[in-house]
C-alpha cells in the first residue's frame, strides 16, 4: 500500500512539473502573423524591362476594377483613366515625348529620350494614363491612391508596372491638342502621370528606404 502512494505521489509531482507555465506577462507585445497584402508591398518593385506580349485581358479587367475601388474624397472618383494598348498610338506619345525632350537635360531614365530604341514607358504593351480633375483639389490625391490599387493589385499577379510622370507633360502641352483628343481626355481634367504594365523581364532589387522620416508620438 505505502508503494502505491509513493508512486501516486511521484507521478502527481511529475505531472505537474511537464505543465508548461502559465505566461504573466499581460503586455507581451503580438506577435505579427504573415500577411499575403503585407508580402505583396514589400515585394513591388518599378520594372523597367518588359515582355513583348499584351497583359491577357482578364487580368486587365482585375487590375482596373482595384484602381476604380480606390477610395477618393466624398467618392467624386476624381480620376480620368484611359488604358492605350494601341501600338500606333504608343509610337505616337513615345515620338512626341523624344521631340519634346530635345536640348533639355531630364533626370532619371528620360534623359536617355535621345539614345536608339527610346521608350518612355519602357516599352510596356500597356500604359495607364491618370488624369486629375483640375477644379478639385484633392483629385491628385484620388489619382494617387486609384494608383497604388494599380501598383499592388498587379503585382499580385506578378506583373510589372512604374508610375512614370514624365510622360504627363507632352499631354498637358497646348500643342497636344491631338492627343489630348486621341485618348478622349476632357478639358476638365490634366494628366498627372503614367503607369506602364507588362509582363516583368526583370527583377530588380530593393532600393534603400529611410525610417527616419516616420515618428511616433505618443
Known sequence: MRILTVLSLSFLVFM????PAKDTDTKKEPEVAKNVVVENIMNRRSIRKYKPE???QAQMDTIIQSGINAPSALNKQSWE??????????NKINTAFVE???GKSLPGSAS?????GFSVFHGAPTLIIVAKDKSNSYSAVDCG???QN???SAESMNIGTCVIGSVAGIFNKPQS???REAINLPDTHEVIFGISVGYKNESPNAKPRNENKVEYIK
Do not use: T
Open 16 to 19: 505537474s512539473c511537464s505543465q
Open 54 to 56: 499584351q497583359v491577357a
Open 81 to 90: 483613366v484611359r488604358v492605350i494598348q494601341n501600338p500606333d498610338l504608343l
Open 100 to 102: 519634346d525632350a530635345k
Open 112 to 116: 536617355k529620350a535621345q539614345e536608339d
Open 145 to 147: 491612391l486609384f494608383a
Open 150 to 152: 494599380i501598383l499592388l
Open 177 to 179: 491638342k491631338e492627343l
